[in-house]
């Protein structure tokens, strides 16, 4: 079992910056693939972020490439999520997520955290 919790999250204004951790405890942080993916009100959870467990190979949403970066520190056992210039349409909770495979899809993580709020005013 793998407890991931996420913290990092606030409200911003357009164009500001912030970032996510995502520390995981209970199990072999190494082993898994890391996801982030957001979930605004009245619509369905979405991808943003995901990489190997190496760390080596990312993927990103269209609609952040080139703003977000997810990375990884083993030997914390934390995965990041470095967004800047944010937009009003990147408000959202963000969630963490873990699991035995590389993808965009959630349903192939089997471990989320609770979530964090993001804001982006305009």
């Known amino acids: 079992q793998v407890q991931l919790v996420e913290s990092g999250g606030g409200l911003v204004q357009a164009g500001g910056s912030l970032r996510l951790s995502c520390a995981a405890s209970?199990?072999?942080?190494?082993?898994?693939?890391m996801g982030w993916f957001r979930q605004a009100p009245g619509k369905e959870r979405e991808f943003v972020a995901a990489l190997m467990w190496s760390g080596i190979i990312t993927n990103y949403a269209d609609s952040v490439k080139g703003r977000f970066t997810i990375s990884r520190d083993n030997a914390k056992n934390t995965v990041y999520l470095q967004m800047n210039s944010l937009k009003p349409e990147d408000t959202a909770v963000y969630y963490c997520?873990?699991?035995?495979?590389?993808?965009?899809?959630?349903?192939?993580?089997?471990?989320w955290g609770q979530g964090t709020q993001v804001t982006v005013s305009s």
């Open positions: 209970g199990h072999t942080f190494s082993n898994y693939a």
């Open positions: 997520a873990g699991g035995s495979y590389y993808s965009t899809a959630p349903t192939q993580y089997a471990y």
